[in-house]
């Protein structure tokens, strides 16, 4: 058994050393254990510093991906390289890394392929109230989107086993920390969650900017995966919304028309009209979105049994 623990970088020369020695050469279950770091485009020491502590496996970028595409590439790697299970953390030694044990046990128990390490959000001293508030609104919204339990979806430090990585695919830039847990929702990859602890803030957030863009971006992200992932509930819950409003309306056109006050309220009747036929092409967008989402399963499907294949052909 294999486990690979991936942190993905961007500039982390100044802590990753810090993070690297935390991270253990053993860990029960396992007969080897490895580290793997993301070069997203680093302009500072952040390799050197990694070979100095001994990691074993590089990927760079010569320009910066973002963290949703730092991560998929990590998982690809650490799937060459034969991994078991892995591990995400950050460079920033966020998570404590004496957690890990705790953290892949339920997959050694074979009673999740996906566990995310929920922080002490509320105990966390070094997080605002704005973004604690934001940390358990966004939960809440990915647990009704993805129909899971997990308390901490913004959480970084997760463990997955082979064959959930295999079938996990990112498309939003942004971050893959709530798209994920949402995929593995909907593809029903037994995930939960294990209590982790935190280290003292080293530097502030990367993705945590502004409040606004946070925000804006976690809004976008949510809106987003609902599109690739429910879409004809998406669409059909716009169509719905225009139909209602429409026939209100035309309703209210009729009553007074019936009243004999109906040459005044004209305008009622081609809003009417338009809303009532957005919301019949929203519908059609509804059933084609949905195809295409089928669509997109196949492929995933093909994907996963290609990565399978190719497993079985290094293990013969």
């Not at 036929?277 to 979105?289: C, K």
């Amino acid at each position: 058994m294999k486990l690979i623990i991936q942190i993905p970088c961007y500039n982390e020369a100044g802590t990753l050393a810090i993070a690297l020695n935390a991270l253990p050469r053993e860990v029960a279950g396992f007969d080897t254990v490895e580290w793997l770091i993301i070069n997203d485009g680093s302009t500072d020491e952040t390799v050197a510093v990694a070979r100095e502590c001994g990691v074993d496996h590089i990927v760079n970028f010569k320009r910066n991906q973002g963290l949703a595409k730092g991560f998929m590439a990590g998982i690809k790697e650490c799937l060459k390289q034969g991994a078991d299970v892995i591990v995400n953390t950050d460079a920033d030694n966020q998570y404590e890394a004496e957690d890990i044990p705790k953290l892949v046990n339920p997959i050694l128990e074979h009673k999740a392929e996906y566990v995310v390490g929920a922080r002490p959000i509320s105990q966390t001293s070094h997080f605002s109230p704005i973004k604690k508030i934001l940390q358990k609104l966004g939960s809440w919204v990915v647990r009704k989107a993805s129909d899971t339990d997990i308390p901490d979806a913004p959480s970084g430090f997760r463990a997955m086993s082979r064959e959930c990585a295999k079938q996990l695919n990112v498309y939003n830039n942004y971050t893959y920390t709530l798209e994920t847990i949402i995929q593995a929702g909907q593809k029903n990859i037994p995930i939960t969650s294990v209590p982790i602890r935190t280290n003292e803030d080293l530097r502030p957030s990367r993705l945590l900017s502004s409040i606004p863009n946070y925000i804006k971006k976690s809004v976008i992200t949510i809106v987003r995966i609902f599109v690739v992932y429910k879409p004809f509930r998406f669409f059909m819950m716009i169509a719905s919304t225009l139909l209602v409003l429409g026939l209100i309306l035309g309703m209210r056109f009729l009553y007074f028309y019936f009243s004999g006050d109906g040459s005044g309220h004209l305008q009622s009747v081609v809003l009417s009209g338009v809303l009532i036929g957005l919301g019949f092409q929203t519908i059609l967008f509804a059933f084609l979105a949905d195809l295409m989402a089928s669509n997109r399963k196949l492929l995933e499907e093909i994907q996963f049994n290609t990565c399978y294949d190719e497993s079985n052909t290094r293990a013969r």
